[in-house]
T-cell receptor, first 113, second 115 residues
Framework: DARVTQTPRHKVTEMGQEVTMRCQPI?????VFWYRQTMMQGLELLAY????????DSGMPKDRFSAEMPDATLATLKIQPSEPRDSAVYFC???????????FGDGTRLSIL | AQTVTQSQPEMSVQEAETVTLSCTYD???????LFWYKQPPSRQMILVIR??????QNATENRFSVNFQKAAKSFSLKISDSQLGDTAMYFC????????????FGTGTSLTVIP
């Protein structure tokens, strides 16, 4: 079965460091989503790409977060500088348009000390 | 804006029994899609079931079925013959028809199946 691949699965780093999370969407999917999951806030949509173009990043703190799709096989989410409140599980999902489900990666568990 | 409400933060059910998880949503759209996702302790997000709003027939996938009430904007998930592996967080999600496949998620219901 085709899968969304996220790396790394776990990341522990100190406050102030740059963090880069990567996502390989399922081949042929034209939409990519980044979510953040915490106990307090649940699932939050951070960014949304269609055909590699950013459509919505209103959920993302602009001063420190950035999301890009340098090509159709790679999406990245960067945090610079990282803060303890960024500790969460970050999910990437991909899909096709028009009512098709999103397929999720296994997530990156990020801990900022 | 679309909102999705799951009013039961936690539920439990005895193994082999049936449980129903509730989900309501608010939208002015006429055509849309609804989904249930399951997130077990392994934290994977797994699609359980999908419903198209224009279809009156309720979707079914093995032991999982939905009760879709469009007028009431209700989309509940019924799990029959509950198994220990059904222990998970369950998320209801809404998708508009005409804006790609962006989801609006509920806050989730944590289900525990008791042996």
């Amino acid at each position: 079965d085709a899968r969304v691949t996220q790396t790394p699965r776990h990341k522990v780093t100190e406050m102030g460091q740059e963090v880069t999370m990567r996502c390989q969407p399922i081949l042929g999917h034209n939409t990519v989503f980044w979510y953040r999951q915490t106990m307090m806030q649940g699932l939050e949509l951070l960014a949304y790409f269609r055909n590699r173009a950013p459509l919505d990043d209103s959920g993302m703190p602009k001063d420190r977060f950035s999301a890009e799709m340098p090509d159709a096989t790679l999406a990245t989410l960067k945090i610079q500088p990282s803060e303890p409140r960024d500790s969460a599980v970050y999910f990437c999902a991909s899909g096709l348009t028009r009512g098709q489900p999103q397929h999720f990666g296994d997530g990156t568990r990020l801990s900022i000390l | 804006a679309q909102t999705v409400t799951q009013s039961q933060p936690e539920m439990s059910v005895q193994e082999a029994e049936t449980v129903t998880l509730s989900c309501t949503y608010d939208t002015s759209e006429n055509n849309y899609y609804l989904f249930w996702y399951k997130q077990p302790p392994s934290r994977q997000m797994i699609l359980v079931i999908r419903q198209e709003a224009y279809k009156q027939q309720n979707a079914t996938e093995n032991r999982f079925s939905v009760n879709f009430q469009k007028a009431a904007k209700s989309f509940s998930l019924k799990i029959s013959d509950s198994q220990l592996g059904d222990t998970a967080m369950y998320f209801c999600a809404f998708m508009k028809q005409d804006t790609g496949n962006q989801f609006y998620f509920g806050t989730g219901t944590s289900l525990t199946v008791i042996p």
